[in-house]
């Protein structure tokens, strides 16, 4: 039995589920999320909490079964709280500004990076040098901050480039001089 898959979501107060043909429904404060239940996967909804259960012990059942419950309490902390990234930039000269809907990224390229985020996302600049990604959906969030991290990736020998707040940059030693 999937450890993931047979807990069960609490609902937090004034969040909402519902499910209509193979289709799971949350609505909270900040939004609505929906996601598909696949065949094999019976999902059940009470008052304040819903469990999954699967059908058979096939393979693929199996491994959806805990998939789709994590899934599903995403979309539930997604509504209620929300989800955020936070990118740093390194380098002399690497800053962000917001114009507009659109971030301007100036990365050491010979021209400005104009970056439009999806209309659910926020991004918000505490600092020049300091992004922050805010949003209900978790891949949605995590996708855009790849996105902006894939303009300019941190290389190893000064740590230079757009990184993950909480990543570790693992240096490498440059090459030595003199024999």
Known sequence: MSRIGKKLITLPKGVTATQKDGVI????PKGTLQTAVPEGISAEIKTDEITFTRANEQKKTRAI??????????????????????????????????????????LGFSHPVIFAAPEDITIDIPTPTTVT?????????GAVAAKIRSIRPPEPYKGKGVKYSDEHIIRKAGKTAGK
Do not use: C, P
């Open 65 to 106: 079964h805990g998939l789709t419950r994590a899934l599903t309490n995403n979309m539930v902390v997604g509504v209620s709280e929300g989800f955020s990234k936070k990118l740093e930039m390194v380098g002399v000269g690497y800053k962000a500004e917001k114009k507009g809907k659109w971030v301007q990224f100036n």
């Open 133 to 141: 990604i805010t949003g209900i959906d978790k891949q949605l969030v």
């Open 25 to 28: 429904m949350v609505k909270g």
